[in-house]
Every structure is written in C-alpha cells, then in structure tokens.
C-alpha cells in the first residue's frame, strides 16, 4: 500500500498575471516584470499593487516616480504630469503624499516611454535578513495581522515575521552570513542580529510554528546564535542544524553537523552532529538519539523522460515514512516541493516540465527527520 | 721581482670573460630591465617615475586651456557662506542643482557619491504629527486643514532626497559619481547587478583597475541622473596619479569613470571612437598635464547666492561642461600629480576629460613597451659593434654618449608627439655597463700586453739595455734617473 500525503501543493508563480508582471525591490529600484507604460489601467493596477508593497514594508521611507519620455515629450512638459499623476496614483492607495515624489529625468535615446519607481530605505535599521530564495505562499509583516506577499531579493527587519503557507518555502540570507531555510506551515519572528569585533556575533530568531533547518556561519569566541521555540532553546555551538515548532508544544531538534545545545526547563543537553532530542512542554530535554542515516535512492538517476518518473528508494530500518522533496534546483531553493509516504517509492503527482532535482529524508515514529539522501534529478520532455 | 712559472696562470683564473661576452652581458642588464618594465605594465617603471615626473612636468608642454570646462567648487567661502560643514544637506545640494539647471550648461559631472539617503529623523517626526492631526478631526475645521496643508507642504519641502532628485532631473545631463570597491575602498555599501545601468562594450577582464564591485549614489538619485561613473584613481606605490583610469573592470563587466561617462553623454556620435581611446593602455593611459589653476572656478557660494539672471554666471556656465566637487581645505583627496601636489580630485577628472576627447592620451604599454624593448636591445646592439670597431676608450666613451644622446631624444620625441612612452632608463644602464665593461676589458688586455713586454725583458735582459742606452739621452736628468733607477735594480 502507498500512503501518499500531499504536503505540499506546486508552488507555480503566476507572474505573467502578477499586476505588474511581477515586482522585485532591488538596491533601491523596484525592478518590473514588464516595462510600465508611463499611463493607463494596467499602470493604474501596478501602481496600487507597488503602494500595497510599499505600504507592507515600513523600512521605506520615499518612494520616487520618474517618467522617462521622449525629449520632445519631456521638454513639454508631459513627463513630469506622467510622473505626478502616477504619484497620485501612490497617494490615493495609501502612501502618505509627504513619502512620494516625482521627476522626469531626460530618457535614453531609443528607449521606449515608460515609468521608473525608486525608492529610499531608512538608513537607521539596517536589514537583518534577505529573502534569498521563496516558493509558495511566502509572507512578512510587522505583526500576524499585516502580512503581506514578499518576494526574493526583499529585506527584513527586526521584529518582523515571516511565515510560510502550505507547501512554501524559504530561504533567508542573514546579515552574519548564516542561511536559515523555512520549510511550510512555518512562522518566524526576526531577532536582533548584532554583529561585532573579531566575527562576533549575536542571532536571535523565535520559531513560532514549522520547523527551520539552519546553516551556521562560523562565528568568533562569544558568540551567540540561539533559535527559541516555545518551550526551548536551541544554541549553536556547530553549524547545521533543524529546529521545529509542534503544534503541542514539543521542541524537536535534528543536530546534522557540529554540536548544538537543548535546553528546557532549566536542563540543557548538547546534542552533537547526527543526534536529535526533543523537549515536550514543562518536560527538560530528553538525552539524544541517533538520527536514521540518508536514504540510499534507486532512481531515477537522470535521464530524460516523457511523463513523470515515480521515484524508489531503498528500505531504511527505524523509517515510519519517508519525505520526498522535489526542486527546481539543486540547492533546493526554487520551487521545492514535499511530498510525505510510508512506501520507499513515490508516483510524483502533478504535471512537470523541464529538470527536477530529488531528495530523500527518512522520518522516525516520533518525528524525527534523518540526513537526507544524493539528490538525483529526472527531466521531463513530453 | 721574481718570475714564477705560476704567476701567468694565477692571472689567467682572474681573467674576465671575452669582452665580447662581458658585453653582451651588459646588454643584457638593460634589456632585461626594459622587459620587466614592459611587463609591469609599462613605463615609467619604478626606477625612473621621478624622472618621468621632472619630464612631463617640466619639459612636456602643457595641456592648453579649455573654454568649455568649468569648476563649480565647494571651497572654504561657500562652506563659511553657507553656515554648513560637510557634508553640505541635501536641500542645499537640491538648491545647487537648481541653480545650476537654470544656467543651462550641455552637462555636469558630480565628483560626489550621495551613497547614503539624508537624515529623515526630522521629517518623520513631522509625519507623525500631522498624521494626529488628522486622527484628531482638527483638519476637519479650517484653521486644521490649513494647517495640515502647511506642514505638508515644509514637510515635502525639507524632503532632501527628493528634492535632490528632483534638481537633478531639471538638468540636462547629470553624471553622478561611483565608486569601484577596491580593497582601498570597501566602506561602502555595494550595489546590485545592472544597478549602475548598461556596462561598458569593453573586454572587462583586461583592464588595469579590478574591483570586486561597485557603489553609487541611492537609487532615486541614480535614476534621476543621466549616468554614473566611478570615482577612482590609480596611485603608483610612491603615491603619485600618473595614469587615469577610464573603465574599471567589475566581475567581468566594464563600467566608465566620470570622465568616460561625461564624454559619452557629451558626445554620444562618438561613442565608438571614445571607447576606443579609453581602452588605450588597458583601460588606464597615462595623463597628459595641465599648468596649475588650468581650470575656470566658480564657487558654489556665488552660484547660490548670485542673481540666476546675472550675466557673469551665464557666461560662465551656459553651454559649458561643468564639474562639481569640493576643493575647500582639508576635504578634498591630496592627489599629487607629477610635479604638482593636493590636486583636487574632481580638477583630474576634468584633465582627464579633455585628454580624451582631444586624443592627448600616452600610451605606455602593448605595442609600445614592445618598441621599448625593441628600441633598448637596437641601442646596445648598436653600441655593441661601435666597441668592436671602436680603437681607444675615448672613442667608445664617444659612441656611448652619443647614442645615450639619441636615445633620450628620441624618447622625448615619441613621449611629446605621438604620446608613446619608452622606458629610458634601460638603455642608459645598459650603455653604461657595456662601457665600464669594455673599459675593463681594455685595460686588462693593457696590463696583459705589458705582462708580456716585462716577460720579453726578462728573458733578454741585454736587448732592453741596449735599447734602454739607445733611448737614454746623454745628460739625463735626475727624475730619468730616478724614473729608470727601479727597473735597473729589479734586473
């Protein structure tokens, strides 16, 4: 019998249909999918779609409209009515009228007539975290109530959440250098990241719900790099480890290299590279078990294929299942998907195109999630 | 003294090579060196900088002045006058700009990079409070309302960001300055691919400044401008600028400095040929120099303060390039050219400017320092065979001050027409071991030739006396005597 659980539904961004076919804040340009006609209603719809996310991201201070047109358009003044009425356009969904301003500078010779938004951060409070990489349902805001849709390449703050709907993920870029992967169903809050003299450092983030599977960078003597869920504290004292967040209070931790420290309730365990140990609510940490090794996989090795290759693995001993993780790329940063089965093979559902990249990670009966296997990929050529 | 069979053969393990080996070596030295100047990117190499300095600063003939470049500088009078330190805000900078659009000059080229967004903690707080006041319902009765409208108003006003931007994008072409993040300059935030717009179509990789990455000013004053290019300098080890630096190479991609890029902008016909000439010298020729005080000032303090309609600033400004920095004391950078010290550097980059729309560029390496290497081996090859021929050191002596003299002409030649650097130095060394060589070589074939007379008296001691007493006139007199006394004695 095969027990399929979809996890995880694909995460295909509709950027084409996005109002401005997708937008990106980049280096303080916010970069289009498409070019913005300097007026008319899909411009009308991008820019209250650009307030929305200006609105949703309080680090911005100004936003600048210019209008690139034609000298001859330009110099008769039609620029800069492109460009106030655009800002109008801001101000009416939202933007306080003080933040946004408009120019017409002179355009490149050639280059069509079109809409370029800038914008300022506030140089005080500097970002924490970059949204590295993102699939699904990825949101950020100030409190649970303000979250709106973030993208890749988008900063974060202190004090911000970040969460993760079903079937997403994402990857963040933390200012000391460490990558911290949100899995689905997750909700973090941002700490403070301070980093001081000699690669000192100190990193706080709160695993509110999910589970994060955290990369370490190597920090100097004194350094403090702590994950706390509700009911304990992850402290790294190696470099990569997953922490997780159960919904009955149960901290669980996978230690996969370096040593980490558990502590609850007044104990602490240190749980070394390929041991987990958990902590349930009011309870100390239990002492550490032995992670299930890395599947071995069977295939599909590589190769090309029409349809959809159902992907086989080996039995482990200790597996109650087994989560199958598909991606777009071999990072597994784009579009990662997962799927959870107790059989050691998987009909992988949905249609696909192009070059998948697979993994394999055994689950214990409690939970507990193994090393994951090679990653092998199929390609898909109907 | 007594003869000793040995004796010749201890003088023969003393014996200096052939003199045309020891030539040869000589030759050598100094075509080695004009190689390693070739292949340390060209000359001045670092033995003969200083003289490279005494000559274009002394000797080349200068850069004459130009009509259309001007200065418009931050000095100590603007920064009294306007009551500011420096940084000067940004409102004030937004009124500079301003001011500088109504003169309508064909472009300007910022050596500043606004790398950071101005303070805000001012406006903020204003945004707040009119944010109360309409959460109160005060704007709803008239005297609320008005005063809402004003404090939006100065609130926008003092926004200096935007108004910067806003200045910027009145004027006809702007360039703003940026930074290539060189190990020298990393305290700068770095931007993003493509955030400083199209790089350049040169091969990036060969170019002699390298950086990692590169800053610019903040986004909405990059897109309110007309471009950016880099700030940077190329600084020898003895601290001197001697070449400019046109195009950095960035992670493969060329980006133009604030010279290229004013260029480009003023002459976009000539795109082609600007690059041409900027990628001369891998990207970084060596400058041709102006007199000092070569370039028009007007100071940031009579732009602001001046009548826009008045005559003298339109004469001044309209139609001109003009270049803005800070030349006020103590906060410009204390570039030091050859023969000139604390040049500000925004004086270099409109030196460089004029150097490349008017071609006056030198060039040092390529097919140059293979001349170098080629003039330097044709000089001691020369020199070579006029010691061959060559009867007394007098007339080598001759022959090496003559070619030395023709050499250094022809370097001086090259440098101050077509622009072509040679190494000079190479040659000089290598004359001068090649003679002091061949001198040595000279005076043991003497030594040897007497050795070989001494051992002919001494093997017919009778001869030499009878020609000594043939020689020896009848009265000699007493210094003769003395003159001949030891030899008489040693036989």
Same mark, same amino acid.
């Given at each position: 019998m095969m027990a399929v659980v979809l996890a995880g539904a694909p995460a295909f961004a509709a950027q084409a249909q996005a109002p401005c076919g997708g937008l990106r804040f980049e280096s303080g340009r916010m970069v289009f999918g498409r070019p913005l006609a300097p007026q008319g209603a899909e411009t009308d719809a991008c820019l209250a779609h650009v307030a929305q &996310? $200006? /609105?949703?991201?309080?680090?911005?201070?100004?936003?600048?409209?210019a209008a690139k047109l034609p000298d001859a358009d330009r110099l008769d003044g039609r620029g800069l009515a492109a460009a106030k009425r655009a800002a109008d356009v801001l101000v009416a969904a939202g933007v306080p009228r003080t933040r946004v301003s408009a120019v017409a500078p002179s355009s490149v010779e050639g280059e069509p007539a079109q809409l370029q938004l800038a914008y300022v951060e506030r140089p005080a409070q500097p970002a924490v975290a970059r949204l590295r990489a993102a699939s699904g349902a990825v949101e950020a805001g100030a409190t649970e109530a303000q979250l709106l849709a973030r993208t890749v390449g988008d900063s974060l703050y202190p004090g911000e959440l970040l969460r993760t709907g079903a079937?997403?993920?994402?990857? +963040?870029? /933390?200012?000391?250098?460490?990558?911290?992967? $949100?899995?689905?169903?997750?909700?973090?809050?941002l700490g403070a990241i301070e980093l001081m003299a000699n690669l000192q450092r100190k990193v706080q983030l709160d695993l509110l719900r999910g589970s994060v599977e955290t990369n370490a960078a190597p920090g100097g003597a004194g350094s403090i790099f702590e994950v706390r869920t509700r009911g304990a504290v992850a402290g790294v004292r190696g470099t990569r480890f997953r922490v997780a967040a159960q919904d009955d209070g149960t901290s669980r931790l996978e230690t996969l290299e370096g040593k980490v420290a558990l502590s609850a309730e007044q104990a602490e365990v240190e749980v070394s590279g390929g041991h987990? *140990?958990?902590?349930?609510?009011?309870?100390? %940490?239990?002492?550490? =078990?032995? !992670? !299930?090794?890395?599947?071995?996989?069977?295939?599909?090795?590589?190769?090309a294929f029409a349809t959809v290759p159902k992907v086989s693995w080996r039995t482990l001993e200790g597996a109650a299942t087994y989560r199958v993780e598909v991606a777009r790329t071999a990072d597994f940063a784009a579009e990662v998907q997962t799927y959870a089965t107790a059989s050691a093979e998987l009909a992988i559902p949905g249609p696909r195109q192009g070059k998948w990249f697979w993994r394999v990670m055994a689950v214990d009966g409690d939970g507990f999630v193994g090393f994951p296997s090679k990653i092998y990929a199929f390609d898909v050529q109907p | 003294m007594d003869s000793s069979p040995a004796e010749p053969h201890r003088r023969d393990g003393l014996r200096l090579p052939s003199p045309a080996v020891a030539r040869g070596l000589g030759a050598c030295v100094g075509v080695a060196l004009a190689v390693v100047t070739a292949a340390t990117g060209g000359a001045p190499g670092f033995l003969e900088r200083s003289l490279y300095d005494q000559a274009v600063s002394r000797l080349l003939p200068a850069v004459p002045p130009s009509a259309d470049l001007v200065l418009v500088e931050v000095d100590d009078r603007a920064l009294a006058t306007l009551g500011e330190r420096w940084p000067l805000s940004r409102t004030t900078w937004a009124r500079a700009f301003q001011a500088l659009a109504a003169q309508r000059p064909a472009a300007v080229a910022v050596d500043v990079v606004?790398?950071?967004?101005?303070? =805000? @903690?001012?406006?903020?707080?204003?945004? @707040?409070?009119?944010?109360a006041l309409r959460r109160s319902g005060l704007t709803e009765q008239p005297a609320g309302e008005a005063l809402a409208a004003e404090l939006e108003a100065r609130l926008r006003a003092r926004d200096g960001d935007a108004r910067l931007a806003e200045a910027i994008s009145e004027g006809h072409g702007v360039v703003l300055g940026a930074a290539a993040l060189t190990d020298d300059v990393p305290v700068m935030a770095p931007l993003e691919d493509g955030a400083l717009g199209t790089p350049l179509a040169l091969p990036a990789r060969a170019l002699r400044l390298q950086a990692q990455e590169v800053a610019g000013s903040i986004a909405p004053l990059r897109m309110a401008a007309r471009g950016s290019g880099t700030l940077n300098m !190329?600084?020898?080890?003895?601290?001197?600028?001697?070449?400019? %630096?046109? &195009?950095?190479? $960035? *992670?493969?991609?060329?980006?133009?400095?604030? &010279? #290229?890029?004013?260029?480009?902008?003023?002459?976009?016909?000539?795109?082609?040929? !600007?690059?041409?000439?900027? &990628?001369? @010298?891998?990207?970084?020729? +060596?400058?041709? #120099?102006?007199?000092?005080?070569?370039? %028009?000032? $007007?100071? #940031?303090? @009579?732009? /602001?303060?001046a009548d826009p309609r008045s005559v003298g600033l339109d004469l001044a400004l309209r139609g001109k390039t003009v270049f803005v920095g800070v030349t006020a004391t103590g906060l410009h950078g204390q570039s030091t050219l050859p023969g000139q010290v604390a040049v500000p550097g925004v004086e270099i980059h409109a030196f460089a400017l004029d150097n490349l729309r008017s071609g006056r560029l030198m060039r040092s390496s390529g097919r140059v320092a293979l001349l170098g290497v080629l003039e330097t081996a044709a000089v001691l090859a020369a020199f070579a065979w006029c010691c061959r021929r060559a009867r007394t050191s007098g007339a080598v002596l001759r022959w090496a001050v003559t070619l030395a003299v023709l050499h250094t002409a022809l370097v001086a030649w090259l440098a101050s027409d077509p622009g072509w650097v040679l190494p000079l130095l190479p040659s000089w060394v290598g004359l001068t071991l090649m003679l002091v060589v061949d001198a040595a070589s000279r005076a043991q074939e003497m030594g040897r030739q007497r050795g070989a007379l001494r051992r002919l008296f001494i093997r017919y001691p009778q001869a030499s006396i009878v020609d000594a007493n043939q020689n020896t006139p009848a009265q000699p007199s007493t210094s003769d005597k003395a003159t001949s006394t030891p030899r008489g004695t040693n036989q």
């Open positions: &996310a $200006v /609105l949703a991201r309080p680090a911005i201070r100004s936003v600048t409209v079937g997403a993920q994402a990857e +963040l870029a /933390l200012a000391d250098g460490s990558t911290v992967r $949100v899995v689905e169903n997750s909700l973090v809050k987990g *140990s958990r902590a349930k609510p009011g309870s100390p %940490p239990e002492p550490p =078990r032995p !992670l !299930l090794s890395a599947p071995t996989l069977v295939g599909p090795r590589g190769g | 606004f790398d950071q967004p101005g303070p =805000r @903690d001012a406006l903020e707080l204003g945004e @707040d409070i009119l944010e !190329l600084v020898d080890g003895d601290g001197v600028i001697r070449r400019y %630096p046109y &195009a950095v190479g $960035v *992670s493969g991609q060329a980006w133009p400095s604030l &010279a #290229l890029a004013t260029a480009l902008q003023l002459m976009p016909e000539r795109a082609e040929p !600007l690059r041409e000439r900027a &990628a001369v @010298d891998h990207g970084a020729p +060596l400058m041709r #120099l102006p007199a000092p005080n070569w370039l %028009p000032r $007007v100071s #940031l303090a @009579d732009l /602001l303060h």
